[in-house]
């Protein structure tokens, strides 16, 4: 643990004005300077690939996901100008609304040459709100039962590309924590990959914080054993490749245990504040 720094301890290269959240805990007022999106992310990348190295891996095959939520569409803007092209999102009305502003700067004749972006939806999903991540993601990685994952399949709409699955598991049986029980997780990937217009990728999960590395390393690794053992069981109809594991205070574990996704927020684009 502790390879990142707290946003804002590690002070280098480049300053900007705190960046604009979309909370109402915006530290705009506090002044305070944070080290640019841009050096926060190539630091990320730095670490991601020693990482990827240290586990004997390619670093080309662990993803990384820049969790914007509670930040602003300027902040997602400042991303995708350094290079960064997948974005998460916790809260669905918010992401929607990114996720439309961001395609406004897109379609702007100046932004011509910008990538594709991709958003994923990582955060807990009521069935009153499975229309909108259907319509406007890319992505759903907090999938937990078969209800939700029924109502994407049928509100895809047909015009876009399959929506990218993974399955949310409760890996260390958090109380207070979606996701399907690991054991419960085989048959739930074998009902959801049955879906059409949907495209079962992977597991995502969310472990409670560990004292130390070794003990992040084991709980990733469970996960990593529960997506091989439902590939070995078969039946799917495409082998499961997607674990998307790590955060910014844990990345480094869980691409020793096989990541293939990590998720970070803070460490790109700073801490934010107390909403959550
Ligand atoms: C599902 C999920 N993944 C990743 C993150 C990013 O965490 P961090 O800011 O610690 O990198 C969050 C943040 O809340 C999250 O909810």
């Given at each position: 643990m502790g390879l990142v720094p707290a946003a804002g301890a590690k002070v280098c290269c480049q300053f900007v004005t705190v960046r604009g959240m979309t909370?109402?805990?915006?530290?705009?007022?506090?002044h305070s300077p944070v080290p640019s999106i841009a050096s926060q992310l190539a630091q990320v990348h730095r670490q991601v690939a020693e990482a990827a190295i240290a586990a004997g891996?390619?670093?080309?095959d662990v993803h990384l996901l820049a969790v914007?939520?509670?930040?602003d569409a300027d902040a997602v803007i400042e991303a995708v100008q350094a290079g960064q092209t997948a974005f998460g999102e916790n809260y669905i009305q918010e992401g929607v609304e990114k996720i439309q502003a961001l395609r406004a700067w897109r379609s702007e004749p100046a932004q011509s040459g910008q990538a594709a972006l991709e958003w994923h939806c990582i955060g807990p999903i009521q069935s009153n709100k499975t229309r909108l991540v259907a319509e406007n993601?890319?992505?759903?990685?907090?999938?937990?039962?078969l209800k939700i994952a029924q109502r994407l399949s049928e509100q895809r709409?047909?015009?876009?590309?399959p929506l990218q699955i993974c399955l949310q598991v409760n890996i260390d049986g958090g109380a207070n924590k979606s996701g399907v029980s690991p054991e419960e997780a085989l048959a739930l990937a074998q009902a959801v990959s049955?879906?059409?217009?949907?495209v079962l990728r992977g597991l995502m999960a969310i472990p409670e914080?560990?004292?130390?590395d070794a003990s992040a390393r084991a709980v990733h690794e469970r996960t990593a054993a529960l997506m091989a053992q439902i590939n070995a069981v078969g039946g799917l109809p495409q082998p499961l490749d997607t674990l998307s594991m790590g955060m910014s205070a844990d990345l480094a574990p869980a691409i020793a245990a096989g990541s293939t996704m990590v998720r970070v927020g803070t460490a790109i684009f700073g801490g934010r504040g107390q909403r959550d």
């Open positions: 909370t109402d805990n915006n530290l705009k007022s506090h891996r390619e670093p080309g914007s939520k509670t930040f993601f890319d992505w759903v990685q907090s999938v937990d039962r709409p047909a015009d876009l590309p049955q879906l059409p217009r949907l914080p560990a004292p130390d």
